[in-house]
């Protein structure tokens, strides 16, 4: 590690990583993701756990928030740089795996031009340090390798018990790299008390989640349990490769496959081999599992293909391959880049998709028009906020005092809670995921409701009064946000908290 930290080209290309995404994402104007809105307003209702994440990129987003805004481009710092520190993570590893320099720029380039990774860098998620902590756990289990020196397994508690705080997904990198452990010579190590230490650190900063479920009826496993049947699309192995193979760019396929081989026939890399097989596994039992979530595992498995590719065109018949690939595979990255980051105007970006044969997608099987899910969700917020702040001013002020805004999903709620600032509208409220607690302390029964995205006919069984006060529409948001009726609902017939209790959304 210490040859790589004084490694100026290594420096200039995780630099440059963040670059891209600070200047080119948000060059098309998409505005603000759905998520990122939910987790802003996660952010400003702090707690050990959410219905549908653990709380440590919150924790992360509130205290930059307070220092920095919430700005789009404040919020969007935060990845931009886990992507400059994975592209750190990913020529580390390529020299610590015995690569040299080609290794290291293929394996760099590989990566900060993979669609899903510019993607989960492109906007604030937990992915983004997801990425970063799994990249990071493969570096210490490397060098354990190397090394075995026990000091790596303290290491590898924290960050597999910080990455579960993060996300849970991190849960399945610990059991792998234990069954590698098992299934390699490694095991020996399992017999001394230093592994069995590390993993109770792990617990103990997994433990704030756990506390948190128990005290909300294990509400994340009903979120997990609704979205697997409820949400996700199936996938099968023909379905899972091929959205592998064009997430993580044609051209790199040789690079990962060759990092399965490089891995499992090295004694040194087996542990980790065997750690990302138990992963995949695990990925392909569930068939509702999507393609990115074997992004993570990408940041070892390109390192350790790009010394696989370096030692096998050392030779003098292929050594002419090196630079073209090179080449190519950046080229095809950067032909790719649009589809994942916001450069584009919404009409070249329409242009330029279908130039490509492309038509629009959704991995949870939703209706689209001419934007894929994750560009279509940037749409049609601030419009929305601005329509319900009309409703809400013409109320007269008696009712504006106890008036709520309800929203069916989290990006409705948090759409009002972010652009709804502006014209001091009321908190809003939604059955939807955390929501649904948050709203608790806010129902009353003689509130005025306005309500977004509901129809009038479904109102009238809950209220007296239903009137339709206005409509949302935006060309490019997902259908089920386009048209949407807006209403002022009054005088409730049965009490709120029953109506409140009849239907929870934890999907």
Not at 4 to 16: E, K, T, Y
Not at 38 to 57: E, R, T, W
Not at 131 to 138: D, H, R, T
Not at 277 to 288: E, M, S, T
Request: net charge neutral.
């Amino acid at each position: 590690m210490n040859q790589s930290s004084r490694d100026p080209l290594l420096w200039s290309l995780s630099i440059f990583t963040v670059v891209i995404h600070l200047i080119v994402n948000g060059m098309g104007g998409f505005g603000i993701f759905r998520d990122e809105l939910y987790y802003l307003a996660c952010a400003n209702h702090l707690d050990i756990g959410y219905v549908d994440h653990p709380p440590l990129s919150i924790w992360l987003l509130s205290v930059w928030t307070f220092v920095f805004g919430d700005s789009l481009f404040s919020i969007r710092f935060l990845p931009a740089l886990c992507s400059g520190l994975t592209t750190f993570m990913v020529g580390t590893l390529a020299r610590g795996l015995g690569g040299e320099r080609y290794a290291l720029i293929l394996a760099c380039l590989a990566s900060m031009f993979a669609p899903i990774l510019l993607a989960f860098f492109g906007i604030f998620s937990m992915n983004a340090f997801d990425i970063l902590l799994w990249s990071l756990a493969f570096l210490v289990m490397q060098r354990f390798s190397q090394t075995h020196q026990p000091k790596y397994w303290y290491w590898l508690g924290l960050i597999v018990g910080l990455g579960a705080l993060n996300k849970i997904s991190m849960i399945w990198l610990g059991a792998g790299l234990f069954m590698g452990a098992l299934l390699t010579s490694n095991r020996t190590a399992l017999r001394s008390r230093t592994p069995w230490l590390a993993g109770c650190l792990a617990v103990i900063l997994f433990a704030p989640f756990i506390l948190w479920n128990i005290s909300h009826d294990f509400a994340h496993l009903e979120f997990i349990r609704n979205a697997s049947t409820e949400k996700y699309a199936s996938q099968n192995p023909v379905t899972f490769f091929s959205g592998l193979l064009l997430l993580m760019n044609p051209l790199a396929m040789p690079l990962w496959l060759a990092g399965f081989w490089f891995l499992l026939a090295r004694i040194e890399g087996r542990i980790i081999g065997f750690a990302v097989l138990f992963v995949l596994a695990v990925l392909l039992v569930n068939i509702h599992s999507k393609p990115e979530y074997f992004a993570s595992a990408m940041t070892v498995l390109l390192p350790a293909g790009s010394l696989q590719l370096e030692q096998l065109l050392k030779g003098k018949y292929f050594r002419w391959i090196r630079i073209p690939y090179v080449i190519c595979l950046t080229a095809s990255g950067i032909l790719l880049m649009p589809l994942t980051l916001d450069i584009l105007p919404v009409e070249s970006y329409i242009k330029y998709q279908s130039g490509l044969g492309m038509t629009p997608s959704s991995n949870e099987g939703l209706r689209l028009t001419s934007l894929p899910q994750h560009y279509a969700d940037r749409f049609g917020w601030e419009h929305m906020a601005k329509v319900t702040a009309g409703v809400y001013a013409s109320l007269p002020d008696s009712q504006k005092q106890k008036c709520l805004i309800y929203g069916r999903n989290y990006g409705e709620a948090g759409a009002i809670d972010y652009f709804g600032r502006e014209f001091r509208l009321p908190p809003a409220i939604s059955q939807h995921n955390s929501y649904w607690y948050w709203s608790l302390e806010h129902l009353t029964q003689d509130a005025t409701l306005i309500v977004i995205g509901v129809t009038k006919d479904q109102m009238m069984r809950d209220f007296e009064e239903v009137q339709e006060a206005g409509i949302i529409q935006s060309e490019y948001a997902m259908p089920y946000e386009n048209d949407l009726p807006v209403l002022i609902c009054r005088k409730l017939r049965r009490p709120i908290q029953e109506v409140w209790n009849a239907r929870r959304i934890f999907i």
